[in-house]
């Protein structure tokens, strides 16, 4: 009778995620396993040679199913780091990805060294809302609206603005884009909308099939959300204010000549993630909008 240790059970596992070609085979190997073992993952290498008992065991084989199947690690583990904070997710929202931080680092850039001033700022489809959150987070002045059109994923970024502590400086509101927000103007003005074309649905990985259509599909272009930003932003950004928005590698130039269209906005500027992909477009607000 085979005994399986902690041991025995994680080098399985990595085995069976690289036959899979999961990528980062042995660190999703020893998150699954920790999390059904409700320990961290150093103590997974501090009791290796423990056999786990039958509960244990079906806990770790129902995971690594689910995973071979093609369930995305976060939702399986129920969260996910962004910017070295916790942010719960579920197949309600959109797994937050290292890409999006460059949107954080963009408006810290461009706050410099005011970062204790008070200022009104806005996160449009913020599903697990990691954007206002983290930025509310950085910046102890700033008070956010986050908005998004489904209520399960705005339920979520509520719980995860208490988690991180900033629920008093944090508000969620349920609606499309500006509609929660009619008559307000912001000093900065986030997102991360859809930005898929609606034909690349089809030939995604199926680990991101699993995630919400809503947040992916962007319309034929991919610019839908885009162009109704840029429209609103007379209305909502506030003079000299900033509005920064993530896009797909291959957007940085027609998202820029969106923004710069609206009339709003001085010339915009791309800035590339860690990757050296062209992922953000800012620009400013003129100082007569």
Known sequence: MTTWTTAAVLDWTIKRFTEAQIVGARLEAQVLLAHALGCSRMQLY?????PLDEAELAAARGLIKRRLGGEPLAYLVGEQEFWSLRFTVSPDVLIPRADTETVVQVVLDAVGGDRAAARRGLDLCTGSGVLAITLAHELPGLTMIATDVSAPAAAIARANAQRNRVEDRVEVRVGDRF??????RF???????PY????????????????????L???????DFYRAIA?????????GGLIAVEHGFDQGPAVAAILDGSGATAASATVADLARH???TWARARGDA
């Open 179 to 184: 509609a929660p927000v009619a008559g307000e």
């Open 46 to 50: 501090t009791g290796f040679d423990r």
């Open 278 to 280: 062209p992922r953000v």
């Open 196 to 215: 898929l074309r609606t034909a690349e649905l089809a030939e995604l990985q199926r680990e991101v099939t699993r995630e919400p259509r809503l947040a």
């Open 217 to 223: 599909d962007g319309g034929a272009d991919g610019l």
């Open 231 to 239: 429209a609103a932003l007379p209305a909502h950004l506030a003079p």
């Open 187 to 193: 000093d900065v003005i986030v997102a991360n909308p």
